[in-house]
């Protein structure tokens, strides 16, 4: 595998990130939503360097399982999220690929009537996005490869990873 994003660099661009969410919610409570699993890592890191009052709840949404590669049939599981209705809501995801995932999460997000609903991701695939959406918050561009570490994983495996490397088809 190669390095992609050191540890160190990911570690600046998140309190990078955290400054500009604390500017926009300007004291504001926020309800962050993290989408599992692969963004406990990024919301970890980047939740307790944002100075305001915060709720975080997390939610399921998986394409990828076991040793595909590639994304399947959309699970989403929203059970547990409190009344958004006013609310500022945070939404935290690893990673923006095809967008697939992430549209359809805003989209029922704001079905629960939210006052305003940001998007934040560690990282953002180029050329594979087939959804319009705009993140808020982006911590890196990346080339379309397959990424594992700092949350992201292939087959459960290499979350544990403190930067992100790019991980080829003959480690799989």
């Known amino acids: 595998m190669d390095l992609l994003i050191p540890a160190d660099r990911i570690a600046q661009r998140i309190n990078e990130i955290a400054g500009r969410i ?3 919610y300007s004291g504001r409570p926020v309800v ?3 989408v599992l699993t692969g963004c406990l890592v990024f919301l970890s890191d980047l939740v307790r360097r944002i100075d305001l009052p915060l709720r975080i709840h997390l939610i399921q949404a998986s394409s990828y399982r076991g040793e595909t590669t590639t994304p399947g049939q959309l699970e989403l599981r ?3 999220l409190p009344d958004l209705l006013g ?3 945070l939404v935290i995801d690893d ?5 697939q ?3 359809r999460i805003i989209t029922e997000l704001h079905r629960r009537g939210p006052t305003t609903l940001r998007v934040a991701v560690l990282l953002r695939k180029s050329g594979r996005q087939a959804v319009a959406l705009e993140p808020d918050y982006v911590g890196f561009e990346i ?4 990424v594992v570490g700092y949350g992201l994983d292939y087959n459960d495996e290499y979350r544990h990873l403190p930067h992100i490397a790019v991980l080829h088809p003959s480690e799989h």
């Open 22 to 24: 604390q500017c926009d």
């Open 101 to 103: 995932t992430l549209h």
């Open 32 to 34: 962050v939503v993290g």
């Open 143 to 146: 080339p379309d490869a397959f």
């Open 87 to 89: 609310r500022d809501v």
């Open 95 to 99: 990673i923006l690929d095809t967008g």
């Open 78 to 80: 929203l059970d547990g």
